[in-house]
């Protein structure tokens, strides 16, 4: 069965440093989203990508964040200078074209310290 | 986005019937009914939809109150692989819309 996929698992950087999270969506997936999931808190809705190009955002999404699909097949997400409270678990999901479903990845933890 | 209700945590023991309440009094008329889990230390992953009428699956089942107001997750036969973090989220469904997580209900299955 097809999957999310999502690299790296685990990412450890230091504080002002920018990291690149990617996703492989399911091949014929034409939505993609990012969550993410501070330890012990609610998944949180991140940013919405369509037709290459954002379709909503969340406050949190600021000017530190980005995505990216530079390729058929990667989706990425880059935080430019990671503060401390960036550290949470993220998640990429993807969905079809006229089905309500989101897939979901496994996730990857970032640790900044 | 429409506000739910759902107890914080229940327990079930394995191989019996649970089921997951969910209020969703505020839902719009055109917003699905999702459900999705998390397991431990793993991405949410869909379990069921519906916007009207009950659903089966091969994972669950969905009965969804005439008035739309409340659903609940049926599992038929809980085993220990279900144990997670239950999550109803009324939704749109259509386009590109996002999903709203609450804090769900954490299950518990008792071997």
């Known amino acids: 069965e097809p999957e999310v996929t999502q690299t790296p698992s685990h990412q450890v950087t230091q504080m002002g440093q920018e990291v690149i999270l990617r996703c492989v969506p399911i091949?014929?997936?034409?939505?993609f989203y990012w969550y993410r999931q501070i330890l012990g808190q609610k998944v949180e809705f991140l940013v919405s990508?369509?037709?290459?190009?954002?379709?909503?955002k969340s406050e949190i999404f600021d000017d530190q964040f980005s995505v990216e699909r530079p390729d058929g097949s990667n989706f990425t997400l880059k935080i430019r200078s990671t503060k401390l409270e960036d550290s949470a678990m993220y998640f990429c999901?993807?969905?079809?074209?006229?089905?309500?479903?989101?897939?979901f990845g496994p996730g990857t933890r970032l640790l900044v310290l | 986005d429409a506000k739910t209700t759902q107890p914080n945590s229940m327990e079930s023991n394995e191989e019996e019937p649970v089921h997951l309440p969910c209020n969703h009094s505020?839902?719009?008329?055109?917003?699905?009914i999702h459900w999705y889990r998390q397991l431990p230390s793993q991405g949410p992953e869909y379990v069921i939809h519906?916007?009207?009428s009950n659903v089966n699956n091969r994972m669950a089942s969905l009965a969804i109150a005439e008035d739309r107001k409340s659903s609940t997750l049926i599992l038929h036969r809980a085993t220990l692989r279900d144990a997670a973090v239950y999550y109803c989220?009324?939704?749109?469904?259509?386009?590109?819309?996002?999903?709203?997580f609450g804090k769900g209900t954490k299950l518990s299955v008792i071997p």
């Open positions: 091949s014929n997936h034409l939505y």
């Open positions: 505020t839902i719009s008329g055109t917003d699905y």
């Open positions: 519906g916007l009207t």
């Open positions: 990508f369509y037709n290459n190009e954002i379709s909503e």
């Open positions: 999901a993807s969905k079809e074209r006229g089905r309500e479903t989101q897939y």
């Open positions: 989220i009324p939704a749109s469904g259509a386009g590109s819309y996002q999903l709203t």
